[in-house]
Structure formats: structure tokens, C-alpha cells
């Protein structure tokens, strides 16, 4: 125990972070390109793409992402192919992430007032044109707020990741008590690290969230 005093523990703990905070950035960017195509395909108006849509999204938000995981890590495992961890957290995370901004993001975009659609479709836009010259950019100002608060449960998420092995914060902080025998410790350090991952986005998100209501 004399080997592990509070700054190793904490370094540990930090070297460990960088894991948690890339694994969260790149999730949450591919997550955001597949919901962008989710989205289009979500709000296209043709039933059979919005019944896929609606399935996949029913799908991942309907299930916990720790079983996600596991179906990444050991369901494909099962027909021969050795998957990395990362990989498989990356995967597993992506397609989570996806489900719930798609749902996010069709919100935003459907409080767009119908007229924004007539007014484009006199214009003789295309539905790719109309999404990317005319609704879009009025749904982003909407979905901004809500896609940041959205981020926190993502750096969260990451935490389920260490149960297939990824070594982020949560593992770290695991492997650092089964050495130390300091539970109370070590684990507080972990939790006032995700604080302090999570708390800034929660109060950028509200600070947003307000901002926007008064311009309203």
C-alpha cells in the first residue's frame, strides 16, 4: 500500500482518462454522422424507410448498452472473429449514440413551422436541398443544447465499456482498488473525475438551453 499513495492513484487515474474522454469524442462524432443519415431517411416520407429507421432506433434505445456490448464483443466472437476491445466499445457506443440523436434530432426538426417546407418546395428544392439549405440550419439552433446535454450520457456510457476489457476510468479505478484495497479512496477519484467531465457540458447545455429561449 506504501507504493500506491494518493498522487500515484491519481496520475493512474488521470493516464486513464484520456481513454475515457477519446473514446467519448469519437463515438459521439461517428454516432452524430450515422444519425445525420438516420435522420434524412427518418423525416424522408417514404414509410418503409422510416419503419427501418424507427426499428433500429426502438432497437437501441430499447435495449441496455451493456448487453450492446456484449453482442459486439462475444456475439461476434462466436463466428471466428477476434474483436478488440476498443473496436468493439467503439462500435457498440456508435450505434447507441446514433438512436438516441436521430430521435433528438427529427424532434427539432419537426417543430420546424410546415411553412419552411412549402415555402422551399416552391423553389423547386430538392429534399436533400431543402434539408441542407432550409431545414437544417433552423433545426440546429434547436438541437444544439439538447446534443450537448446528450454528450454527458455518452462520457457516462464509456464507463460500461470496462466490462469487455477497455481499459477507461472505471477499469482503471477497478484494477487501482484491487491493488490498493482502498475502495472508498479510489472510487471517489473516479467519481469526481466523471464530475468533472460532465458537470461543465451540463451547465454549457442549460446555459444554451436559456440562451435560446430568450431569443425565442
Same mark, same amino acid.
Given at each position: 500500500m506504501?507504493?500506491?499513495s494518493?498522487?500515484?492513484?491519481?496520475s493512474?487515474? #488521470? +493516464?486513464?482518462?484520456?481513454? !475515457?474522454?477519446?473514446?467519448? +469524442?469519437? /463515438?459521439?462524432?461517428?454516432?452524430g454522422?450515422?444519425?445525420? $443519415?438516420?435522420?434524412? @431517411?427518418?423525416?424522408?416520407?417514404r414509410p418503409?424507410?422510416?419503419?427501418? &429507421?424507427?426499428?433500429?432506433?426502438?432497437?437501441? %434505445?430499447? &435495449?441496455? #448498452?451493456?448487453? %450492446?456490448? =456484449? #453482442?459486439?464483443?462475444?456475439?461476434?466472437?462466436l463466428?471466428?472473429v477476434?474483436?478488440?476491445?476498443? $473496436?468493439? @466499445?467503439?462500435?457498440?457506443? !456508435?450505434f447507441?449514440?446514433?438512436?438516441?440523436? !436521430?430521435?433528438?434530432?427529427?424532434?427539432?426538426?419537426e417543430?420546424?413551422?410546415?411553412?419552411?417546407?412549402?415555402a422551399?418546395?416552391t423553389?423547386?428544392?430538392?429534399?436533400?436541398? %431543402?434539408?441542407?439549405y432550409?431545414?437544417l440550419?433552423? /433545426?440546429?439552433?434547436?438541437? $444544439? /443544447?439538447?446534443t450537448?446535454? =446528450?454528450?454527458?450520457?455518452? $462520457?457516462?456510457?464509456?464507463?460500461? @465499456?470496462?466490462?469487455?476489457?477497455?481499459?477507461? +476510468?472505471?477499469?482503471a479505478? &477497478?484494477?487501482?482498488?484491487?491493488? !490498493? =484495497?482502498r475502495? =472508498? +479512496?479510489?472510487?471517489?477519484?473516479?467519481?469526481?473525475?466523471?464530475?468533472?467531465?460532465?458537470f461543465?457540458l451540463?451547465?454549457?447545455?442549460?446555459?444554451?438551453?436559456?440562451?435560446?429561449?430568450?431569443?425565442?
Amino acid at each position: 500500500m506504501s507504493d500506491f499513495s494518493f498522487w500515484v492513484i491519481l496520475s493512474n487515474l #488521470l +493516464l486513464a482518462t484520456r481513454w !475515457t474522454i477519446l473514446l467519448s +469524442l469519437i /463515438a459521439f462524432v461517428s454516432g452524430g454522422i450515422v444519425a445525420l $443519415i438516420l435522420l434524412f @431517411a427518418r423525416v424522408s416520407g417514404r414509410p418503409w424507410l422510416e419503419r427501418l &429507421t424507427r426499428w433500429y432506433i426502438e432497437f437501441f %434505445q430499447g &435495449t441496455p #448498452l451493456l448487453m %450492446q456490448l =456484449f #453482442l459486439f464483443f462475444f456475439g461476434v466472437a462466436l463466428f471466428g472473429v477476434d474483436v478488440d476491445p476498443w $473496436i468493439a @466499445a467503439w462500435l457498440a457506443l !456508435t450505434f447507441w449514440t446514433s438512436a438516441f440523436l !436521430t430521435d433528438i434530432w427529427r424532434g427539432c426538426v419537426e417543430a420546424i413551422p410546415k411553412g419552411q417546407w412549402e415555402a422551399s418546395d416552391t423553389l423547386a428544392l430538392s429534399y436533400v436541398e %431543402q434539408m441542407r439549405y432550409v431545414i437544417l440550419p433552423q /433545426a440546429a439552433r434547436i438541437a $444544439i /443544447a439538447p446534443t450537448v446535454g =446528450f454528450s454527458v450520457q455518452v $462520457i457516462k456510457g464509456t464507463a460500461l @465499456a470496462s466490462i469487455i476489457g477497455f481499459v477507461d +476510468l472505471t477499469k482503471a479505478g &477497478t484494477m487501482l482498488n484491487n491493488a !490498493t =484495497f482502498r475502495p =472508498f +479512496l479510489v472510487y471517489s477519484l473516479v467519481a469526481l473525475i466523471y464530475f468533472a467531465l460532465c458537470f461543465p457540458l451540463s451547465w454549457y447545455a442549460h446555459r444554451l438551453e436559456r440562451q435560446l429561449h430568450a431569443a425565442r
